[in-house]
Structures are given as structure tokens and as C-alpha cells.
């Protein structure tokens, strides 16, 4: 079975802290992408990455950075947390070039920043 | 990308099955009709996919058919476990990049017990 694992089901953090979201997928999957999931906006893409050091933008990418070092792991980093990017987190990860949609998820980190 | 249309929730025994449908009666040739579905504060789970053929793995089946405008999506034995919404997507599999998954309203699937 194919897993993904997320570093923090819950996360408490202060406006202006740096926050890291860790992501491993044990699969060796290429693509490796970073959601975020409000109610009533469904899921949205913040970015993606293809390939080690590879990275995309998604939909929106404003207050985010990603680094992916090692190709199991993707790493989503807020550098200055703010109130509005209190929400569920999710990871993702696919093979590379068929089956692009066939994404499996972590269990999801729910940042609240106070 | 196709439009779908679910029922926005339906109710169904623990052990019967569970027969969500979906109609898509825009889908294109290239289309495949993929499945997900979220238990509530966990992240979404793909279930499983089709072009036309039936398809069945070891959490559901897929009946598409024979027009591919709508398809059925079966749990064979509920549980309590399923209680979930369930997404139906209808996205080109195959795009030579990358695809983000986007969801629709889906099917909330209460299993009663």
C-alpha cells in the first residue's frame, strides 16, 4: 500500500512563526503535491514538484515555499504564519507521466495560527 | 473537463451495498470517470478508476455504462468505516503534465447501523 505521511495531525502556531510541514511518501513517486482544503473552497493547489529540487507553482503559492531535497519527501514552509492561512494541509503523491490522477493523500495537518 | 451530478447524500445498511451514482453525460472519449472519497478530518482517498470497462479492485467496483454518460460506483458490503463523501471526477488521465484534483459537491454516504 502505497503511504504518505504528514509530520503533525495538529498544529498550533503564532502569527509571524516559521512553520514546516513535513511529507514522505515511501512509493518513490515523482509527483509530490501540496493542498490546502477550506470549507467551501474544496481543495487547491498551492504547489507541486515533479523531480528533487523541481517545483511548481499552483494556484496559490503567496506565503508559501516548498523544498524537496530527497525525492521521498516534500516540505511545505510558511515563512511568516498568518491568521489566513489557518486550514487543513494535505499532501499528495503520483507517478510520473500516466496515472497523474491518481493521487494518494496523507492524513492532513490542521494548522490554526493565532 | 466533464461536468458531474451527484445525489448530495444518500443512506445505506451496514453490510448491503452501497450504489452511488453519477452522471456525466458530457464526458469525452479520452475521459475516465475516477473515483475519491474523504472520511470527515482525513484526507482524500482514491478509490478507483475506468475508461469503459467495469472495473473492481479490493475497496469497490466501477459500472460505467454503455454511453459512458453515467456510472455507479459499489461498495459491496458497507460499513461503518465507508461513512464518507464520495467524489466523482471526470478528468483526462493521461495529459503529459501534471494534474491537480479538484472536487465537485459529492455524495455524503451515511452507513446506518
Known amino acids: 500500500d502505497v503511504k504518505v505521511t504528514q509530520s503533525s495531525r495538529y498544529l498550533v502556531k503564532r502569527t509571524g512563526e516559521k512553520v514546516f510541514l513535513e511529507c514522505v511518501q515511501d512509493m518513490d513517486h515523482e509527483n509530490m503535491f501540496w493542498y490546502r482544503q477550506d470549507p467551501g473552497l474544496g481543495l487547491r493547489l498551492i504547489y507541486f514538484s515533479y523531480d528533487v529540487k523541481m517545483k511548481e507553482k499552483g494556484d496559490i503559492p503567496e506565503g508559501y515555499s516548498v523544498s524537496r531535497e530527497k525525492k521521498e519527501r516534500f516540505s511545505l514552509i510558511l515563512e511568516s504564519a498568518s491568521t489566513n492561512q489557518t486550514s487543513m494541509y494535505l499532501c499528495?503523491?503520483?507517478?510520473?507521466?500516466?496515472?497523474?490522477?491518481?493521487?494518494?493523500f496523507g492524513p492532513g495537518t490542521r494548522l490554526t495560527v493565532t | 473537463d466533464a461536468k458531474t451530478t451527484q445525489p448530495p447524500s444518500m443512506d445505506c445498511a451496514e453490510g448491503r451495498a452501497a450504489n452511488l451514482p453519477c452522471n456525466h453525460s458530457?464526458?469525452?472519449?479520452?475521459?475516465?470517470v475516477y473515483w475519491y472519497r474523504q472520511i470527515h478530518s482525513q484526507g482524500p482517498q482514491y478509490i478507483i478508476h475506468?475508461?469503459?470497462n467495469n472495473e473492481t479492485n479490493e475497496m469497490a467496483s466501477l459500472i460505467i455504462t454503455e454511453d459512458r454518460k453515467s456510472s455507479t460506483l459499489i461498495l459491496p458490503h458497507a460499513t461503518l468505516r465507508d461513512t464518507a463523501v464520495y467524489y466523482c471526477i471526470v478528468r483526462v488521465a493521461h495529459s503529459g503534465g501534471y494534474q491537480k484534483v479538484t472536487f465537485g459537491i459529492g455524495t455524503k454516504l451515511q452507513v446506518i447501523p
Open positions: 499528495a503523491s503520483t507517478r510520473r507521466p500516466d496515472r497523474s490522477y491518481e493521487q494518494y
Open positions: 475506468g475508461l469503459k
Open positions: 458530457t464526458i469525452s472519449g479520452n475521459e475516465y
